[in-house]
T-cell receptor
Framework: SQKIEQNSEALNIQEGKTATLTCNYT??????LQWYRQDPGRGPVFLLL?????KEKRKERLKVTFDTTLKQSLFHITASQPADSATYLC??????????FGKGTTLSVSS | KAGVTQTPRYLIKTRGQQVTLSCSPI?????VSWYQQTPGQGLQFLFE???????NKGNFPGRFSGRQFSNSRSEMNVSTLELGDSALYLC??????????????FGPGTRLTVL
């Protein structure tokens, strides 16, 4: 069955550095990947979507890459701030199927 | 535009009881999905409804059921509650433009505790 893994449960970095989160998938060829942010006690919030034919997508300080050969997506936050501390989830599906989420990586940015 | 709302926000039940959770999607959104989130398993898909029909279903026992009404509002029901059903239940809605990707807009969740 299809599987999605986020390699790190937790990532601690200093303010101003770039955070890089990894999402790997197996037994599947998703048409697109999505990244969400979740704060404690709240529902996930959509951040970015990248399609299989796109190598990179940017939004302000966020950047997502999608490597279909490596079956991997990388999520970068540049110039990280304490307010970026949250759990980040990746998810994938193909049209007409349900979204499958990874377990998330909890990012802590210290000042 | 108002976001996805879920009621109640918190619920405490005992084993063997049943519970009904409610979700109101964003106006104009036709698809509603339900997820269970626990620390050990993460976000797991329960089911999705579109135009009052269940379109997708996750790998959960039949004790978990749902429905969608003509105004797109949705309810999920869990019967014969077990301790392991304690979790955050999240509802998400999407516009579901055919042939395109759909991002999910999540509600704040219902925290269910089974004693």
């Amino acid at each position: 069955s299809q599987k999605i893994e986020q390699n790190s449960e937790a990532l601690n970095i200093q303010e101003g550095k770039t955070a890089t989160l990894t999402c790997n998938y197996t037994n599947y060829s998703p048409a697109y990947l999505q990244w969400y942010r979740q704060d404690p006690g709240r529902g996930p919030v959509f951040l970015l979507l990248i399609r299989e034919n796109e190598k990179e997508k940017r939004k302000e300080r966020l950047k997502v890459t999608f490597d279909t050969t490596l079956k991997q997506s990388l999520f970068h936050i540049t110039a990280s701030q304490p307010a970026d501390s949250a759990t980040y989830l990746c998810a994938f599906n193909q049209a007409g199927t349900a979204l499958i989420f990874g377990k998330g990586t909890t990012l802590s940015v210290s000042s | 535009k108002a976001g996805v709302t879920q009621t109640p926000r918190y619920l405490i039940k005992t084993r063997g009881q049943q519970v009904t959770l409610s979700c109101s999607p964003i106006s104009g959104h036709r698809s509603v999905s339900w997820y269970q989130q626990t620390p050990g398993q993460g976000l797991q898909f329960l089911f999705e409804y579109f135009s009052e029909t269940q379109r997708n279903k996750g790998n959960f026992p039949g004790r978990f059921s749902g429905r969608q009404f003509s105004n797109s509002r949705s309810e999920m029901n869990v019967s014969t509650l077990e301790l392991g059903d304690s979790a955050l239940y999240l509802c998400a809605s999407s516009f579901d433009a055919q042939g395109d990707t759909d991002t999910q807009y999540f509600g704040p969740g219902t925290r269910l505790t089974v004693l």
